[in-house]
T-cell receptor
Framework: AQSVTQLGSHVSVSEGALVLLRCNYS??????LFWYVQYPNQGLQLLLK??????LVKGINGFEAEFKKSETSFHLTKPSAHMSDAAEYFC??????????????FGKGTKLSVKP | ETGVTQTPRHLVMGMTNKKSLKCEQH?????MYWYKQSAKKPLELMFV???????ENNSVPSRFSPECPNSSHLFLHLHTLQPEDSALYLC?????????????FGQGTRLTVV
């Protein structure tokens, strides 16, 4: 069965510092992968997605993620954190094989805090 | 504006009440979803509708009853809920079900069962 693991339920960085949020997936076939962001009292918004084209995916708000098959990882990065990046981030996987509904399976989320 | 609108934003209900959550999407999508988001748990997919037909029901208790009268509207009817049902209920839509299709989410309904 597909699953996704986000390491660290809470990450804190200083403004201007590198943001690194970790996501590992388990799947025998490389799936489709997504990062979503949730601001307080809001729904989820898509940041970026990997669908087997380029392994380095650029998203909105300066975020990017790299798909590494050998490490079964899809970590989210941003070179310089901004106060407005404080939110909860969810990694999600969608199975990529026949017979599956292909519905999104979410990780538990990582809450990002940004210190001035 | 995400294109997916949920009402109400907040709801407090007693265990014997009956209420409904409403979701409307203005994106022309064919698939709609209900998710439950509880503290410290992953998002749980509850129901999936494709072209108004339910295609997935993930072992959700019968006190939750979905309804999809057309491809733009989705309801979640609630009755005799338990305190552990308190959560953020998120509606989402996508162009079609599955695979690389990304989902667009509403802002959610914060439900408190007292």
């Amino acid at each position: 069965a597909q699953s996704v693991t986000q390491l660290g339920s809470h990450v804190s960085v200083s403004e201007g510092a590198l943001v690194l949020l970790r996501c590992n997936y388990s799947s025998s076939v490389p799936p489709y992968l997504f990062w979503y962001v949730q601001y307080p009292n809001q729904g989820l918004q898509l940041l970026l997605k990997y669908t087997s084209a380029a392994t380095l995916v650029k998203g909105i708000n300066g975020f990017e993620a790299e798909f590494k098959k050998s490490e079964t990882s899809f970590h989210l990065t941003k070179p310089s954190a901004h106060m407005s990046d404080a939110a909860e981030y969810f990694c999600a996987v969608s199975p990529n094989y026949g017979g599956s509904q292909g519905n999104l399976i979410f990780g538990k989320g990582t809450k990002l805090s940004v210190k001035p | 504006e995400t294109g997916v609108t949920q009402t109400p934003r907040h709801l407090v209900m007693g265990m014997t009440n009956k209420k409904s959550l409403k979701c409307e999407q203005h994106l022309g999508h064919n698939a709609m979803y209900w998710y439950k988001q509880s503290a410290k748990k992953p998002l749980e997919l509850m129901f999936v509708y494709s072209l108004e037909e339910r295609v997935e029901n993930n072992s959700v208790p019968s006190r939750f009853s979905p309804e999809c009268p057309n491809s733009s509207h989705l309801f979640l009817h609630l009755h005799t809920l338990q305190p552990e049902d308190s959560a953020l209920y998120l509606c989402a839509s996508s162009h079609n079900v599955g695979f690389s299709t990304e989902a667009f989410f509403g802002q959610g309904t914060r439900l408190t069962v007292v």
